[in-house]
């Protein structure tokens, strides 16, 4: 299983953006069922739980509830991560991760930078 996230930039504080994950090589059915959720890390910061998707639930970290939206598209295999209403203290690389009792998969992260 690979996968690819993009979607992250430069934007202004109060901007949006949102952030695409791809996932190969996983069939549908396992796609389907897994817990799919976003992480991010700042410099100096550990890696923290952005927002969590799992058999239609969705969790947030209190810092994101009512800014960031946690989706998937099962057909593309995609999780995504609409961010509104962005501040400076959301600026991180952002990881998409899918965890399966096949295994734990990470993508590569994508900058995001809000400027103030």
């Known amino acids: 299983v690979q996968l690819q996230a993009s979607g992250g930039g430069l934007v202004q504080a109060g901007g949006s953006l949102r952030l695409s994950c791809k996932a190969s090589g996983i069939i549908l059915s396992v796609f389907w069922s897994s817990n799919l959720s976003w992480y991010r890390q700042a410099p100096g910061n550990e890696r923290e739980l952005v927002a969590t998707l799992n058999s239609g639930d969705t969790n947030y970290a209190d810092s994101v509830k009512n800014r960031f939206t946690i989706s998937k598209d099962n057909a593309k295999r995609t999780v995504y991560l609409q961010m509104n209403s962005l501040k400076a203290e959301d600026t991180a690389v952002y990881y998409c991760?899918?965890?399966?009792?096949?295994?734990?998969?990470w993508g590569q992260g994508t900058q995001v930078t809000v400027s103030s």
């Open positions: 991760n899918i965890r399966h009792r096949s295994g734990n998969y």
